[in-house]
């Protein structure tokens, strides 16, 4: 296991499979590098990103890469934090066994928009949303989408669109990494006011957000609870099909 500093390398791995790394090779980003550390084994790549707290571990692989990446965790364990969330691939998380209790917050998809034309079906709307908004972002997310993990600078990429409506954010669809440099972009924080549902908005903004990421980059991904029935057939409906699935997992340290 060695700390990893070059970007280019760490691109060069992370490319091979774009739609499962989307948000590591966003977070090669210039806009996201400084809060981040990386280490790889071989070809397998582990993420610690210390912008959000606790700190995020980000560990994927194909299952033939698991092995690998499993003995790559399992050396980092001593030098990571005592406190910590992660993103594993099935199988990672017994490289972390004996040195962390382990807690899982469930099963994960990771998903691409593959098939675009499912969007040609959908009347697309929304507002991009700026600095100036956030008062109504804050306040929507508090009353639809409590506990999220919203970083407000990404409002500044301008890749946040709303609808509103009786003078209030009723609508939301915005990204946790975009990246025009590295191709890529990741959806997040999309949900909608508990009053405005079943009126085809979530759809609307997504589709108003894919049509400015497809110009943009050519992978435009997402992750969403595998249980989340309601959220992956919309996606599905307009065009998103399923990459791999993951674990997202409480960490605590053993000790501690």
């Known amino acids: ?35 981040t550390s990386w280490y790889r084994r071989g070809e397998a790549v582990a993420l610690l990103y210390h912008g959000a707290r606790p700190p995020t571990l980000v560990v994927l692989a194909r299952p033939e890469g698991v092995g690998e990446s499993a003995a790559l965790v399992a050396e980092l364990a001593p030098v990571l934090p ?26 994960h998809l990771k998903m691409a928009l593959t098939e675009p034309d499912g969007l040609a079906g959908v009347v697309a709307a929304g507002e991009v949303l700026g600095r100036g908004h956030l008062p109504a972002l804050r306040e929507l ?3 639809a989408y409590p506990g999220n993990w919203f970083d407000p600078r990404m409002v500044d990429t301008g890749r946040y669109v709303g609808v509103w409506a009786e003078g209030a ?14 191709q890529v972009a990741a959806l997040g924080n999309v949900t909608t006011h508990p009053a405005w549902r079943g009126r085809g908005l979530a759809s609307a903004v997504v ?21 989340n029935g309601a959220a992956v057939r919309l996606y599905e409906r307009l065009g998103f099909r399923r990459v791999a699935e993951y674990g997202e997992f409480d960490l605590r340290a053993v000790g501690c």
């Open 1 to 35: 296991m060695r700390a990893e500093h070059e970007r280019r390398v760490l691109a060069g791995l992370l490319g091979r499979d774009p739609r499962l790394h989307a948000y590591e090779l966003g977070d090669l980003d210039e806009f996201f590098w400084p809060y």
């Open 82 to 107: 005592a406190r910590l969330w992660a993103h594993l691939s099935p199988g990672v998380e017994q490289g972390l066994a004996g040195a962390f209790r382990v807690v899982s917050s469930g099963a």
């Open 141 to 143: 997310y508090k009353v």
């Open 169 to 182: 954010l009723v609508a939301v669809a915005g990204v946790h990494v975009y990246s025009p440099a590295f």
């Open 207 to 227: 589709a108003r957000l894919c049509g400015l990421l497809r110009a943009e980059v050519e992978h435009v991904t997402l992750n969403v609870k595998a249980d």
